[in-house]
């Protein structure tokens, strides 16, 4: 049985070619009008309108927000700026005090020393008596004659070798400053010996002093009452006395 043809005949593919001419014909007239339309283009128009400023109104909400938490943390920032200086204040005042108070301690430490001296570079001997042994050396050596009651108390400190010469030091606290002032005035007479008299000095300004004496602008220095003088040579040859009280009067010569 022969099969039947499926070739299209000319006059239908021309019917469906000038369908689809009409239909393309219709959709461009009718989308020319619409665009004509002064209704279409308000509408859309308005509709686009809305479109960006809904858009607007949320991007200036976001911003609002943000700018308000700026603010407050700006707020926070300057609050937390002015607790750090007055900590910082704080601090400042308390080391300065600490400092003060370190100064204050050490001078009456110092203070409650105004009658002792030390003595090194004599020799310990056996069954030893200091008290006799820093009233002889006073007379024989300074011309310094006192009584028993003159001197308070007197005894070895520190460790053998301090002075240098393997001997410990000794020392001796005066019944009264008025002797103490003799001895350390008279204290010049033991220059070349082996003997050497020095004011009883607290463990700083020991510290003080040894800072002091290396000093290059230091010519000489020396203690009254515990307190210490430096000479002092300027950048123009010129010498002064200077006291020493803390270390940053050291820095600052």
């Given at each position: 049985?022969?099969?039947?043809?499926?070739?299209?005949?000319?006059?239908?593919?021309?019917?469906?070619?000038?369908?689809?001419?009409?239909?393309?014909?219709?959709?461009?007239?009718?989308?020319?009008?619409?665009?004509?339309?002064d209704e279409l283009r308000e509408l859309i128009h308005q509709t686009?309108?809305?479109?960006?400023?809904?858009?607007?109104?949320?991007l200036i909400d976001r911003l609002d927000t943000q700018e308000a938490r700026l603010f407050e943390l700006e707020q926070q920032l300057e609050h937390k700026e002015q607790e750090i200086r007055y900590l910082a204040g704080q601090v400042q005042g308390a080391c300065g005090n600490v400092a003060e108070q370190k100064i204050v301690l050490n001078d009456l430490e110092q203070y409650s020393r105004r009658t002792n001296i030390r003595i090194s570079g004599?020799?310990?001997?056996?069954?030893?008596?200091?008290?006799?042994?820093?009233?002889?050396?006073?007379?024989?050596?300074?011309?310094?004659?006192?009584?028993?009651?003159?001197?308070?108390?007197s005894h070895r400190v520190?460790?053998?070798?301090?002075?240098?010469?393997?001997?410990?030091?000794?020392?001796?606290?005066?019944a009264s400053t008025r002797t103490k002032v003799a001895v350390m005035k008279a204290r010049r007479q033991l220059k070349g010996t082996s003997v050497v008299i020095?004011?009883?000095?607290?463990?700083?300004n020991?510290?003080?002093l040894s800072r002091t004496r290396r000093h290059e602008k230091v010519k000489s220095c020396w203690t009254?009452?515990?307190?210490?003088?430096?000479?002092?040579?300027?950048?123009?040859?010129?010498?002064r006395k200077v006291n020493i009280r803390r270390h940053r009067d050291i820095d600052h010569l």
């Open positions: 049985m022969a099969s039947r043809s499926t070739r299209k005949t000319p006059a239908v593919t021309r019917q469906r070619k000038d369908s689809v001419n009409r239909d393309e014909t219709v959709s461009t007239l009718v989308t020319d009008g619409l665009l004509k339309s686009v309108t809305n479109a960006i400023e809904t858009k607007l109104e949320r004599i020799a310990a001997t056996p069954e030893e008596r200091t008290d006799e042994t820093v009233r002889k050396l006073l007379d024989e050596k300074l011309g310094i004659t006192i009584a028993e009651e003159a001197i308070d108390r520190g460790k053998p070798g301090q002075d240098g010469r393997g001997h410990r030091a000794i020392l001796v606290k005066f020095r004011e009883d000095l607290t463990a700083e020991m510290k003080l009254i009452d515990g307190r210490i003088i430096a000479m002092v040579t300027d950048t123009n040859g010129i010498e």
